[in-house]
C-alpha cells in the first residue's frame, strides 16, 4: 500500500506540475498513513534524491532511454507494470498533457476509478471523494472512487509545492519496456515562450485590439512580466494569433496567478476556460463588458492608451 | 477505411450550470443539449473529410446514453457519417463508457477511433485513452492534424510546450482538438438524408461503473472588481503588487 506519484519529466528536468503532484501525493500519503513514492521514467540529469524536499520517500526509476519520449502504450505498460510490482494503490498524474495521453489508459489496465482534472486532495474520511473541475471550470463535483486502486490527475497550477528538507532513496526498476508503434516524425518546442499551461501570469488579447498589427503592446507587456500569451477565439480564428493561444471553453484551460485580459469581453465560453485563475485583471473600454463580474481589479479605459502606461509603471516599480 | 466517431450530448455553452435534489443532480431545466463541440467540430468533421477524399469511407458514430440523446445524434448524422449506434445505458462513468465503446469496436474493428480531447460537462479526457487501452490500440491524444497515406495515419499533437508529429499504421485512436477541421453547419440535404440513415440501439454490456458522482458545487462568488481609473494605472500596480502579492 502506496501512494505512486508519475513525475514527468522533458530533456532530462522534472516539470514543474510534478513538484505539485508530489507535494498533493505526500500530503495524501501522510492522510492515509502510508509513504510516498515517485515514478520517474526515462534518463534525468535533475538530482532526483532531491524530490525528498517535497515529502517523497523513495523515488524508482526506469532508466531505459526509449523512455526518454511519450509513447501512450509503452508508459501504460511500464506504469501499470510499477504499480503492480509496488504494490501501490493510489496512483498520481498532473492533468497536463502528458497526462491527459496516459492516465485513464492506467487507469483501464489496473481496472482502475480514475478521477481527472482533480482540485483539492481527497476526502478519506468515508470512502475515498476526489473534487475535481466540472462544466469547465464553472462547477465542482465530489467523487467517489470505488475500485481498490485509485486514480487521480491533479489540475496543474491547484496545489502549492511545498520543499522542505529531505532526500528520497532512488532506486532502479527493472521492467521491460518493449518497442513503440508510434515513431515520432518531429519534435517543434516552442523555445524562449513560456508555455501557456504552465505559466505564473498570462497577458491575452481580445477583438479589442482591432488586428495582429497592435500586439505589440501586449507583447511588452508580457515580456516585462516574463508572461505567456493567449487570445480569445475569434482572435485565432482569423488567424491574428496562433491557435494554440486560444483560451476558453473550447481551446486550451488555464489556472495563472495572474490573468491579464486585454480588450475581451469575457463571453461566457471564454471565461469557461480561465475562470480557475487566482487573479484576474479586465482591461475594456466597455463598462459593461460581462468580463468585469468576473474580474479582481479592472481598468475601464482604452487599452491602447492604458497598456504602455502600465508596462512603464512595472518597469517603474521594479526600478528599471 | 473504417472509421467510428463518438459523439456526447453536452449542455450548450451559454447553458445556466445550477443543481437540484440536494445538489446531487444537473438541473437540466431549460438546458438546450448540443453535440459536444470538439465531438462535432474536430473529430467529426475531419472523418467526413477523409470520406469526402475516399468516398469508400464507412463513418460510424455511437454514444453511450438514453432515448434522450437521440436528437443530437441525429444532428451529427445530418451533418455526416453513414450509421449511428447508442448504446442504450446511462453514460455512468467514464471507464463504463469506453468500455461499452471498446465491446463495439472490437466487433466492428476499426481503422481509426476519434474522439473529442473532453467532453465540455465532465471535462474527463478520458474516454479515448481508455478504449485505446481496452482495444490494444496505439493512442495519440490532443492530435490537431490528421492526415492519411494508405493505411498509415500521420498526426500532429499538441505535447507540453510544443507539438509533435507522429506517423502510426493503423488502427489509432485519437483525441480531437482545435486545428483538425473547421466547424461546419448541417444543410437541409444532411438533414433529410439523417431521417433515413439507421440509428442502431443495442443493450449495454455487463460493465460496473468504478466511480460515482456524490454531489456538485458551484464556485464561490467572487468578491467583486475593484476599479482603477485610467489616469491612475500606478494605483493598479501597486494593487497587483501588494494586495494580490501577484507581480
Ligand atoms: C460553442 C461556442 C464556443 C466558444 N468557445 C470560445 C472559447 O473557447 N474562447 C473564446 O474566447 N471564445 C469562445 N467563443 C466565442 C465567444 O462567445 C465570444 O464571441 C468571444 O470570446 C469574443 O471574443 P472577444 O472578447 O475577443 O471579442 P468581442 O466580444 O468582440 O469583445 C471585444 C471587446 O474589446 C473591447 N474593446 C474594443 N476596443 C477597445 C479598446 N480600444 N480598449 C479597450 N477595450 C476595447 C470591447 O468593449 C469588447 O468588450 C465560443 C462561442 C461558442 C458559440
Same mark, same amino acid.
Given at each position: 500500500m502506496s501512494v505512486l506519484i508519475f513525475i514527468d519529466q522533458s530533456e532530462g528536468h522534472i516539470k514543474k506540475a510534478s513538484y505539485e503532484v508530489a507535494t498533493y501525493g505526500a500530503k495524501l500519503a501522510a492522510q492515509l498513513g502510508t509513504t510516498a513514492e515517485a515514478l520517474v521514467l526515462g534518463t534525468v540529469t535533475d538530482n532526483l534524491a532531491d524530490?525528498?524536499?517535497?515529502?517523497?520517500?523513495?523515488?524508482?526509476?526506469?532508466?531505459?532511454?526509449t523512455l526518454n519520449?511519450?509513447?501512450?502504450?509503452?508508459?501504460?505498460?511500464?506504469?501499470a507494470e510499477s504499480v503492480k510490482q509496488l504494490g501501490a494503490t493510489v496512483v498520481i498524474f498532473s492533468h497536463t498533457q502528458t497526462g491527459k495521453a496516459i492516465s485513464a489508459n492506467v487507469a483501464a489496465r489496473l481496472q482502475a476509478g480514475i478521477v481527472t482534472g482533480a482540485s483539492a486532495l481527497p476526502d478519506t474520511s468515508n470512502g475515498f471523494v476526489v473534487k475535481k473541475t466540472v462544466f469547465s471550470g464553472k462547477a465542482f463535483a465530489n467523487i467517489a472512487i470505488h475500485s481498490a486502486i485509485k486514480v487521480i490527475s491533479l489540475n496543474p497550477n491547484s496545489f502549492h509545492t511545498l520543499a522542505g528538507d529531505g532526500l528520497a532513496e532512488v532506486s532502479s526498476l527493472a521492467i521491460a519496456v518493449g518497442n513503440p508503434k508510434v515513431k515520432i516524425n518531429s519534435v517543434d518546442k516552442i523555445i524562449g515562450e513560456v508555455p501557456l499551461t504552465e505559466a505564473d501570469i498570462v497577458v491575452s488579447g481580445g477583438r479589442g485590439l482591432k488586428g495582429p498589427e497592435n500586439w505589440g503592446i501586449l507583447l511588452d507587456l508580457a515580456k516585462e512580466l516574463h508572461a505567456a500569451t493567449a487570445c480569445s477565439r475569434p482572435v485565432a480564428d482569423a488567424n491574428w494569433r496562433p491557435h494554440h493561444e486560444h483560451v476558453g471553453q473550447t481551446g486550451v484551460q488555464i489556472a495563472p496567478n495572474l490573468y491579464i485580459a486585454l480588450g475581451i469581453s469575457g463571453a461566457i465560453q471564454h471565461l469557461a476556460g480561465v475562470n480557475r485563475s487566482k487573479v484576474i485583471v479586465v482591461i475594456n473600454k466597455d463598462p459593461e463588458a460581462p468580463f468585469f463580474k468576473a474580474a479582481d481589479y479592472g481598468i475601464?479605459?482604452?487599452?491602447?492608451?492604458?497598456?504602455?502606461?502600465?508596462?512603464?509603471?512595472?518597469?517603474?516599480?521594479?526600478?528599471? | 477505411m473504417k472509421i467510428l466517431v463518438c459523439i456526447s450530448k453536452t449542455p450548450d455553452t451559454t447553458a445556466r450550470i445550477a443543481f437540484t435534489d440536494?445538489?446531487?443532480?444537473f438541473d437540466e431545466n431549460g438546458v438546450q443539449w448540443i453535440i459536444n463541440p470538439y465531438d462535432e467540430w474536430y473529430s467529426l468533421v475531419r472523418a467526413i473529410e477523409l470520406k469526402e477524399k475516399d468516398p469508400a469511407t464507412v463513418i460510424h458514430l455511437i454514444t453511450v446514453g438514453g432515448p434522450d440523446c437521440d436528437p443530437v445524434i441525429r444532428k451529427a448524422l445530418a451533418l455526416g457519417g453513414d450509421e449511428a449506434i447508442r448504446v442504450n445505458a446511462p453514460a455512468k462513468d467514464s471507464y463504463y463508457v469506453a468500455a461499452q465503446i471498446a465491446e463495439i469496436a472490437r466487433q466492428e474493428k476499426y481503422d481509426i477511433i476519434f474522439t473529442g480531447k473532453e467532453a465540455i460537462d465532465f471535462n474527463g479526457s478520458a474516454i479515448g485513452g481508455m478504449v485505446a487501452e481496452l482495444t490494444d490500440t496505439p493512442y495519440i491524444s490532443l492530435a490537431t492534424k490528421f492526415e492519411l497515406t494508405g493505411n498509415t495515419a500521420l498526426i500532429s499533437r499538441e505535447i507540453e510546450g510544443g507539438e509533435e508529429t507522429d506517423e502510426v499504421a493503423l488502427p489509432v485512436v485519437v483525441s480531437c482538438q482545435k486545428g483538425m477541421a473547421e466547424q461546419r453547419i448541417p444543410n437541409m440535404r444532411g438533414i433529410m438524408a439523417a431521417r433515413t440513415k439507421p440509428l442502431k440501439v443495442v443493450e449495454p454490456a455487463a460493465?460496473?461503473?468504478?466511480?460515482?458522482?456524490?454531489?456538485?458545487?458551484?464556485?464561490? /462568488? +467572487? !468578491?467583486?472588481?475593484?476599479l482603477v481609473s485610467p489616469d491612475n494605472v500606478a494605483e493598479l500596480v501597486r494593487l497587483l503588487h501588494e494586495e /494580490? +502579492? !501577484?507581480i
Open positions: 524530490l525528498g524536499k517535497y515529502g517523497i520517500k523513495i523515488v524508482h526509476q526506469v532508466a531505459n532511454e519520449h511519450l509513447d501512450a502504450q509503452l508508459f501504460t505498460n511500464v506504469i475601464v479605459g482604452d487599452l491602447f492608451e492604458v497598456v504602455p502606461k502600465l508596462t512603464e509603471e512595472i518597469k517603474k516599480m521594479r526600478g528599471e | 440536494n445538489n446531487t443532480q460493465i460496473d461503473a468504478l466511480t460515482s458522482i456524490l454531489s456538485f458545487e458551484l464556485p464561490p /462568488a +467572487k !468578491a467583486g472588481v475593484k /494580490a +502579492k !501577484a
